[in-house]
């Protein structure tokens, strides 16, 4: 069993940057592939980003060039900086893991956090 703990979350203005984290404990994250998804009222929770083992990173196009997922396998962590934000960004935000090779597909992520709130103002 995998916990995921997110944290960061919080109100920002347009234009401005918040970096999430994500704790896990239970097991190591390093065989994992680790994502970000955010869930904005009324609409699904869909993929933001994400990073494989060896450190290859994939991002929705929303985000591309304003967001960057890393991992510190050693300290069991994962981060989503979150530059220039816009107001379509506010979001629940999920961390989550996959055993799976499927980088964007939600199905294939066994473990999630609890979520963190995310809100940007205009």
């Known amino acids: 069993q995998v916990q995921l703990v997110e944290s960061g979350g919080g109100l920002v203005q347009a234009g401005g940057s918040l970096r999430l984290s994500c704790a896990a404990s239970?097991?190591?994250?390093?065989?994992?592939?680790m994502g970000w998804f955010r869930q904005a009222p009324g609409k699904e929770r869909e993929f933001v980003a994400g990073?494989?083992?060896?450190?290859?990173?994939y991002y929705a196009d929303s985000v591309k060039g304003r967001f960057t997922i890393s991992r510190d396998n050693a300290k069991n962590m994962v981060y989503l900086q979150m530059n220039s934000l816009k107001p379509d960004d506010t979001a629940d935000y999920y961390c989550?893991?996959?055993?799976?090779?499927?980088?964007?597909?939600?199905?294939?992520?066994?473990?999630w956090g609890q979520g963190t709130q995310v809100t940007v103002s205009s």
């Open positions: 989550a893991a996959s055993g799976s090779n499927y980088v964007w597909l939600q199905s294939t992520y066994a473990y």
């Open positions: 990073i494989r083992s060896s450190g290859n990173t």
């Open positions: 239970g097991r190591t994250l390093s065989s994992y592939i």
